[in-house]
């Protein structure tokens, strides 16, 4: 059994100009100890999707389809009878059994309080039991997990005393503090530096063997889950384009989308190699049909494109892709 499973998950955002479909049909899962990279440009539906599972949609969004399953049980905002129900359970959930790395670690954290009461509240909201002596120690714990030096002398400070690199460490912290069973970080190294970036993947990627929760990372650079995960769902404006595992997408990359962000990664090992940006911008959701969203974008489209996406071809096991170009029919024709 997945420890996270999404199927048909369809999102909206009710706006002045009408509905703006932001996540469309979406199925996943994440199995047990697993890290799933989420992998699209900005605007792709993302972070929606994950904010949709985590109940954290802004107030004119709403899940309006699909099932949601945490570990076998039902949090589809849909499975409740009313409002107030699904909250409750959600502040049970947020936190204890999944928890959220946001991208921006400037403003996360909150700037006047300690970062101990920042690390213990969380520990003793979902712990009631737990002294405050256990949940300090706990907190220093997780200091030292995620490489912060010193922590008996840090754990009293403030967030403007630490560097970004540093303020990230402590979300992550944050986010591990109740052993939670899937970990969310939604593009975590967004707003720092190259080096410390670097730093803040090698955290996570080494935690990924220390921890038993499933891990999702959302980006929108390939070469970013390269190394760290163990499968990779490409995102489109507002779908689910490719699936599979990190070697089937890096080597044998079957949708346009797919093989358009590969050519956008630079490789120091080929000096010479020039990059190939994706012509166009990324579809308006606010107007999409139901044709494939990357239709416009796409050197290789045919007639058919416009009208409607293609089921999923397999692949292999865990290798699937939604592109008319693989349908028996396409297959050795430029075009239609």
């Known amino acids: 059994m997945a420890m996270l499973e999404i199927n048909h998950l369809t999102t909206e955002f009710t706006t002045e100009n009408g509905i703006v479909k932001a996540v469309r049909d979406v199925s996943l899962k994440v199995e047990k100890g697993e890290v799933l990279g989420i992998v699209g440009e900005s605007g792709s539906g993302k972070s929606q999707t994950m904010f949709s599972v985590m109940g954290l949609l802004a107030g004119n969004g709403k899940v309006v389809e699909g099932s949601i399953k945490l570990d076998g049980k039902e949090i589809s905002p849909l499975s409740f009878e009313n409002r107030k129900d699904y909250e409750k359970t959600m502040d049970d959930i947020r936190g204890n059994d999944m928890a959220m790395i946001f991208q921006d670690p400037m403003t996360f954290l909150n700037p006047v309080l300690k970062i101990e009461t920042q690390l213990v509240e969380p520990i003793i909201n979902h712990n009631p039991d737990i002294s405050k002596k256990e949940a300090r120690q706990r907190a220093l714990e997780l ?19 630490f560097s970004g690199g540093m303020r990230q460490r402590i979300i992550i912290a944050i986010a591990l503090a109740c052993n939670p069973k899937v970990i969310i970080a939604d593009e975590p190294t967004t707003a720092l530096d190259v080096t410390i970036q670097a730093q803040v993947l090698d955290l996570i990627s080494s935690l990924k063997d220390t921890i038993d929760s499933s891990i999702i990372m959302i980006t929108h650079d390939l070469g970013v889950v390269a190394s760290i995960c163990d499968r990779i769902a490409i995102m489109y404006g507002g779908k689910i384009v490719e699936t599979g595992t990190a070697e ?46 990357f239709v416009d974008r796409c050197e290789s489209a045919m007639k058919i494109c416009k009208l409607a996406m293609n089921d999923y071809t ?13 349908h028996d029919m396409a297959k050795g024709k430029g075009e239609e």
């Open 143 to 161: 200091m030292r997990k995620v490489g912060i030096p010193s922590p008996e002398n840090r754990i009293d400070q403030y967030p403007h005393q």
């Open 248 to 293: 089937e997408i890096f080597y044998n990359p079957q949708h346009p989308y797919t093989k358009g962000l590969l050519q956008c990664i630079a490789n120091p090992e080929e000096e010479r190699k020039k990059l190939h940006p994706i012509p166009g911008s990324p579809p308006d959701l606010l107007n999409i049909s139901n044709e494939c969203p």
């Open 314 to 326: 397999s692949f292999s096991d865990t290798h699937s892709c939604s592109c008319w170009l693989q």
